[in-house]
């Protein structure tokens, strides 16, 4: 069986995914902080100041969750192929059957597997799913972050009530992207194995390896 490189993903996909990540990795370790601090709270005011830290740190992360996002939202219009919302979300006749066979395929239905440069139309699904609730994230948290704020203030109240209720709705979808991160690598690492398309090198070198007849 022969094999092709293509060249899947550009440079400022490849840059999203990895600030997309490293900044939830850095959000969810200091957010767990600021919901339970750990350390000995003893030191705040004296020697040092953790959670003021912590809460330094987090807002960082956040703006770069934030402009990854944007990042994204750019280019599900403007990126190559691959990386247009058109390409991979089932609304289009080739992208429905590509749900339908995806989900055989993965239920072990042994549906014939379609060679596809790009995301297949669950993973569609998926992205755009987390893309809504990574925009709800964003906006709890600036909701939080700017009660002096006129704009947040205002439309934070009329999607969240009040900022103990953002708070509350921030915590929880915390949860969501552990969920999704668990689902993701365990689905990559998957498709790694039985696809033999190099999709785990594809996030660091943007090229996949596509069957010849693709």
Request: charged share 10%; net charge positive.
């Amino acid at each position: 069986m022969q094999y092709e490189r293509h060249q899947a993903w550009s440079v400022l996909l490849r840059l999203f995914h990895w600030s997309f990540v490293l900044s939830i990795v850095v959000l969810v370790t200091t957010g767990l902080y600021i919901h339970f601090p750990w350390t000995n709270t003893m030191v705040i005011g004296i020697s040092a100041f953790p959670v003021a830290t912590m809460r330094y740190i987090h807002f960082i992360a956040g703006f770069v969750f934030t402009a990854a996002l944007l990042v994204r939202l750019y280019l599900l219009i403007f990126g190559n192929k691959q990386e247009r919302f058109w390409d991979f979300l089932p609304i289009t006749p080739r992208n429905i059957r590509n749900l339908f066979r995806t989900l055989g395929r993965y239920l072990y239905l042994n549906v014939r597997h379609e060679h596809r440069l790009g995301h297949n139309a669950l993973a569609g699904i998926a992205y755009l799913v987390t893309f809504l609730v990574a925009a709800v994230q964003v906006a709890s948290g600036f909701f939080m972050l700017y009660p002096e704020s006129v704009f947040w203030q205002k439309w934070g109240v009329l999607f969240f009530a009040s900022q103990q209720q953002g708070r509350g709705i921030h915590y929880l979808i915390m949860w969501y992207f552990f969920i999704f991160a668990a689902i993701h690598i365990y689905i990559v690492v998957w498709n790694d194995i039985f696809s033999k398309n190099g999709i785990i090198s594809a996030i660091f070198s943007g090229g996949k390896f596509i069957h010849e007849d693709y």
